[in-house]
């Protein structure tokens, strides 16, 4: 009696595939970072260049290395800037008192269906 067949082996090689898909998921081709203020873009910032960037609302927002994160603000509990630096667009930089939002495009567009 054989301990793996053919179709054993092929839905082993399946899974892994899956899993190694899911696990790396391929770099986005985005090297930039948009900035909104009341849902309005009013910045595009570049993330191959490292810079400091002063917003008007009180904000002090860094790029280096690839990633962008805020450093200083005038919000009274500063959770935009414990958020950290981000460099992927999965998971924006908001900062509700300033209504701010820095978020890396992801490329893949917002439109799911357009009807008639």
Not at 22 to 33: E, K, M, N, W
Not at 61 to 80: A, F, H, M, N, T
């Amino acid at each position: 009696m054989k301990l793996f067949t053919k179709y054993d082996f092929a839905l082993v090689v399946s899974l892994l595939a899956v899993i190694v898909i899911l696990l790396f998921p391929r770099g986005t081709s985005a090297h930039v970072a948009e900035i909104y203020f009341e849902g309005n873009l009013i910045r595009t910032v570049n993330l191959k260049e490292d810079q400091r960037v002063y917003l008007d609302v009180g904000m002090l927002v860094k790029v280096e290395g690839g990633r962008i994160s805020v450093v200083d603000s005038d919000c009274p509990e500063k959770l935009c800037v414990s958020q950290g630096a981000i460099d992927k667009p999965n998971i924006p930089i908001v900062c509700v008192p300033n209504k701010i939002i820095i978020r890396i495009p992801s490329g893949i567009s917002d439109i799911d269906v357009i009807t008639q």
